[in-house]
């Protein structure tokens, strides 16, 4: 049981859970796929959610319907750039900056693991850098170590070799917000909590060893570390 694991390094996804970026990724996709009279909706986000670009991209237009009609590379170009403009404006997740410090504060190793690509990296932390030295490293989604994105467990597994005291797949936390970085985390063989948005279908959910509704509920004792 999760309950009874003594964790000793900490995981986080970026993207919904440390920052409140998602409201920026749906506004900017509507923004290009509304040229062509479509709608970008939950039911499609849900589905791109945790995914890399490329590939979130290639499930968005055969949702959609998109191929052979729009240009999916200058429609990626042109969204990156748009995003990375408002990226500066991402707010911080409740409880995530609480827990951030917690940690760091009690010596607890802590590393971002996220899908997203460095340049959208520098962009989504350009007024948190403090926060973000707190972690040992970040990993982000194009990486040249990484073969394979999310769900795969590659990330988690190369975030994880990268402490300076790897530990073994039942020592590591990951907190996750999307359904593939769940799935990432659980075929890495790591302890997973899921903080889901309360948009994302109920079909969805039940696959972490816990879900919460926020950081702020979270209880680090229960995994035997230190509590607040």
Not at 29 to 36: D, F, I, R
Not at 65 to 75: C, K, R, S, T
Not at 171 to 181: I, M, N, S, T, Y
Request: a negative charge; glycine letters at 6%; charged letters at 25%.
């Amino acid at each position: 049981m999760a309950e009874k694991t003594k964790i000793t390094h900490v995981l986080f996804d970026m993207d919904g859970l440390i920052l409140d970026t998602e409201s920026i990724y749906s506004i900017t996709t509507q923004e290009q796929v509304g040229k062509y009279g479509k709608q970008f909706t939950w039911e499609v986000k849900e589905k791109l959610m945790g995914c890399g670009e490329r590939e979130g991209w290639t499930i968005l237009f055969e949702e959609l319907g998109l191929n052979g009609v729009a240009d999916m590379e200058q429609m990626m170009v042109d969204t990156r750039q748009r995003r990375e403009e408002m990226f500066q404006t991402c707010k911080l997740m409740p409880g995530a900056e609480r827990l951030i410090r917690h940690l760091h504060s009690h010596n607890v190793p802590i590393c971002v693991a996220t899908s997203s690509r460095a340049s959208s990296f520098e962009a989504k932390t350009t007024y948190h850098k403090e926060l973000f030295s707190l972690f040992h490293h970040c990993v982000k989604g194009d990486d040249p170590a990484l073969k394979r994105a999310k769900p795969s467990p590659d990330i988690f597994l190369l975030a994880a070799s990268l402490f300076s005291d790897p530990p073994a797949p039942e020592k590591c936390l990951v907190f996750e917000d999307a359904p593939r970085g769940v799935e990432a985390a659980l075929a890495a063989k790591m302890t997973c909590i899921m903080v889901p948005d309360a948009h994302l279908s109920k079909s969805l959910l039940g696959h972490a060893h816990v879900e919460l509704k926020s950081l702020e509920d979270f209880d680090p004792t229960v995994y035997g570390l230190p509590g607040f």
